[in-house]
């Protein structure tokens, strides 16, 4: 079997064999074209491995989200701290 953008969600998942592990993570390319490109990351497992995994990934995004709003807010002035 192997992959299209047709398969569903949970085909994406059994298509991964985790083997032994308590949980895997998949960075995958659905599309990529220089005006859209999609990427998707999959975590599967044991759930509270799994969730780990997650919530250290969100951690991430909002620290890389407060960092371009702390960008955009240094343009063209003083620049200021911004906490939310």
């Known amino acids: 079997m192997s992959l299209t953008p047709e398969n569903t969600l949970n085909e994406c998942f059994e298509f991964f064999d985790r083997g ?3 949980v895997q993570v998949i960075p995958m390319t659905i599309k990529q074209q220089e005006d859209d490109t999609r990427l998707a990351i ?3 497992g ?3 491995e799994a969730s ?3 919530s250290e990934l969100m ?3 909002e620290e890389l989200n407060d960092l371009q709003a702390q960008a955009e807010a240094t343009v063209g002035s003083e620049p200021r701290i ?3």
């Open 42 to 44: 999959f975590i599967g």
């Open 20 to 22: 032994e592990n308590a």
């Open 52 to 54: 780990i995994i997650m």
């Open 59 to 61: 951690l991430r995004l």
């Open 82 to 84: 911004i906490t939310s």
């Open 46 to 48: 044991r759930h509270e």
